[in-house]
């Protein structure tokens, strides 16, 4: 995400950095390629506007001007301005109540109902809430029953009415189901069209009136862009809504919605949906993300998707067996699938400071350990235990094996390589580049 509006912005930056000092010039053309790359990015044309002004009146502040690296402070105070642009501060999901009411909203196609299901697994798992989805879309065909499958992979109970037909009804009756089987948190999933229109109004205003929910939800596709904050500006002057979730944030490289919501509805994003597996959902960090687009990393955010999916003991037998030379094939598919459950490799990647300049215009492969599994199977025990044992010989029947070239074999060798030397490096403390593994 943000790719491109990252490269620009960092290109529009890089001619001040070589600056002895700042003039009202340099900050000026500076300011005009930082605008165009906003626009770019589908922001709309007066927030980016606004925006400017504003880093440009600080830029040429004493401060900045009298400083011995007025670039750094530039930096700073593009930095400062992106974060209030995307927010501000990080807003957390209302659970308060018996039960919280989560009113879901939106297009049809936003990815509305996956969402619910990655919410309520976010909420059950991370706060040891008993959620109850709530299946309001009556009008899409299969809706109920996609949400009856998400729910049985979660593990969360689905409230469904297959005879009634009216969502209002349904919304009561599960509230009531709610109550009595003490519920902390119910999600609404409710129906969404193509467009907006009237009776889709009503009916989300008569859930709403109904279930008095203690948040309500947009969920806005990103990829819309621009076009989805103004779609969400009609519905939030309808229904009020108290936050925004942006889905599809994995495959829009632009950011556009992201940076004009807060500035056009005044509501805060919450959550990102960056991927399609359930576990892909992020709290929305105004400043983590400002960093991400200056190519500063989100080593925060790395660091907490570590402590929440990778196995700790698991980790420490694997950093004893590193610091012995005992790294293995086994301990290398067991990164792997550690590193996996953490997310797409895109998004971790971006992560880690300088990576969108370093891999400015490459392509981040997500099956670049597709095939491993198969490779390290066609091992034998020894092998696998004694990496240095795998000759010519041994890679041409271990690749035989997994049904594969040798090229694969000579590629596998050079991930667990580059792997073993990226463990020991992070072990001494030393920086490494992590990012060419993950080159196509």
Known sequence: MFERLSQKIDSALKTL???????????????????RALIDADVNYKIAKSFVDRVKEKALGSKVLTSLKPGQLMIKVVQDELTELLGGNKEDLKTSGKPAVVLLSGLQGCGKTTFSAKLAKKLKYNQS???????CDVYRPAAIEQLEVLGEQIDVKVFSEVDDKNPVSIAKKAIKHAINEQFNVVIIDTAGRLAIDELMMEEIQSIKNATKPTEILFVLDSM????????????????????????????????????????????PIKFISTGEKLDAIDVFYPNRMADRILGMGDVVSLVEKAQEKVDIETARKIQKKIAKKQFGYDDFLTQIKQVQKMGSMKDLVGMIPGANKALAGAEIDENVFKGVEALINSMTPKERQYPKLIDFSRKKRISKGAGVGIEEMNKLVKQFEQMNKMMKMMQSGKKSNLLNMFKK
């Open 17 to 35: 950095k070589g600056h002895g000092r700042i003039t009202e010039v340099n900050v000026s053309e500076t300011m005009k390629e930082i605008r």
């Open 129 to 135: 809430k008993k959620v109850l989805l709530v299946a």
């Open 224 to 267: 819309m862009g621009q076009d989805a904050v103004n779609t969400a500006k009609t519905f939030h002057d309808k229904i009020k809504f108290d936050g925004v979730i942006l889905t599809k944030m994995d495959g829009d490289a632009r950011g556009g919605a992201a940076l004009s919501v807060k500035s056009l509805i005044n509501k």
